[in-house]
């Protein structure tokens, strides 16, 4: 049981596990995909580096500094993240499932929108990009979901009961492994997506054709936004909505960093993750003295 787990090892990430490493709890970072700050080639206005540091350098010394401060940190892709009972939640990776009072969103804001014709056309109309969300709206209907890595699957898993039959388009990228009754693997590359009122056909780039009602959308690793709609978080387009001390929603959730929008500023990100590291430690220590209370009335 870990008291807080955080996606991502960015700025804002690595900066929350260091508060929250110093106040003793026990924290647990999980990050897989690239930052954005690695393609930086050169931050010239972040304090301290009077000529400027590359964005992967800075971005290696943070893990580092975490790991030097005995901060577990895993290099492991999260596919889900659930809540469990008595105020606590699991976080489920390509490898193992972890147990966590508290989590912290913090793996920047990306939104991957595939470069096909016709895709942004009809988002809200057939297209989306989270399967516990809409997949109701397709009970016993031909669906597709776009992408060929472990959050692709993970989407099918979530339509499998639903859908009556799934396709995981590849566009032309290796096959994932996956082995279900009612799903097929097509790996063409598509050349459009095609509808009137809403989505319809997935044409491809040797002019054949499927029909499909709707298309859900999970390319690459699955971000903060896609998990927080999942878990019933309040979004607004595509960034998690949190109040000043970061907090979400859902107690015992947090979110810092690009994923709560503003600024896409190293700066903001150090700032986010170190206050909500600082109101990760108020919740535990609360949670605790409330324990303690309830045992004692017990007694």
Partial sequence: MYDVIIIGAG????????????????????????????????????????????????????????????????KEEVINVQIAEEKQFVVITERETYKTKTVIFATGNKKNTPKIKGIKNFEGKGV???????????????????????????????????????????????????????????????????GNQKIEEVEFEDNSKIKTDGIFVALGVAGSTEFAKKLGIITQKDRIVVNENMETNIPGIFACGDCVGGLLQVSKSVYEGTKAGLQVIQYIRKASINENKDFDAQI
């Fill in 128 to 194: 989306s990009y989270c399967a516990i969300c809409d997949g109701f709206f397709y009970r016993n209907k031909e669906v597709s979901v776009l992408g060929n890595g472990r959050y692709a699957i993970s989407e099918a898993n979530e339509l499998m009961n639903i859908a009556k039959g799934i396709t995981i388009l590849t566009d032309g990228k290796e096959a994932p492994e996956i082995r279900a009754d009612n799903v097929r693997i097509d790996t063409r590359r598509i050349r459009e997506v095609r």
């Fill in 11 to 74: 700025p804002a990430g690595v900066s929350a596990g260091l508060y929250t490493k110093r106040a003793n709890l026990k924290v647990l970072i999980l990050y897989k995909d690239e930052s954005a700050l690695e393609k930086t080639e050169l931050i010239e206005n972040y304090y301290g580096f009077e000529k400027g540091i590359d964005g992967k350098a800075l971005y290696t010394s943070g893990i580092q500094q975490a790991k030097n401060l005995e901060i577990e940190v895993k």
